[in-house]
Nanobody, 119 residues
Framework: QVQLVESGGGLVQAGGSLRLSCVVS????????MGWYRQAPGKQRELVAT???????NYADSVKGRFTIFRDNIKNTVYLQMNSLKPEDTAVYYC?????????????WGQGTQVTVSS
């Protein structure tokens, strides 16, 4: 059973920065994709950024140029560097790991970490 533990959330003023961390209980090299999603109150969970086992990354339009997803395969950790934060970035941020074995897709979520951006 893969486990994900997020940390790094908190309260920050608009324009500030935070770095989220997601520690994975197994080798992230075995994961097809690692990502960050977020869910604001009253809204659906949405993709923020993903990274594959290669160097491919994908970002939501709303965070392009401000957020960076990167991974440390030695530490089995995925990070989300968030700069120039805006109040609309306020949400619970969830780490996600996906692995496909044969025809079966396994998806694991972390418990979430709160990010609050004040104006």
């Amino acid at each position: 059973q893969v486990q994900l533990v997020e940390s790094g959330g908190g309260l920050v003023q608009a324009g500030g920065s935070l770095r989220l961390s997601c520690v994975v209980s197994t080798s992230i090299v075995s994961m097809n994709s690692m990502g960050w999603y977020r869910q604001a109150p009253g809204k659906q969970r949405e993709l923020v950024a993903t990274t594959t086992t290669g160097v491919s990354t994908n970002y939501a339009d709303s965070v392009k140029g401000r957020f960076t997803i990167f991974r440390d395969n030695i530490k089995n950790t995925v990070y989300l560097q968030m700069n120039s934060l805006k109040p609309e970035d306020t949400a619970v941020y969830y780490c996600n790991a996906e692995r496909k074995i044969g025809a079966t897709r396994y998806v694991t979520w972390g418990q979430g970490t709160q990010v609050t951006v004040s104006s």
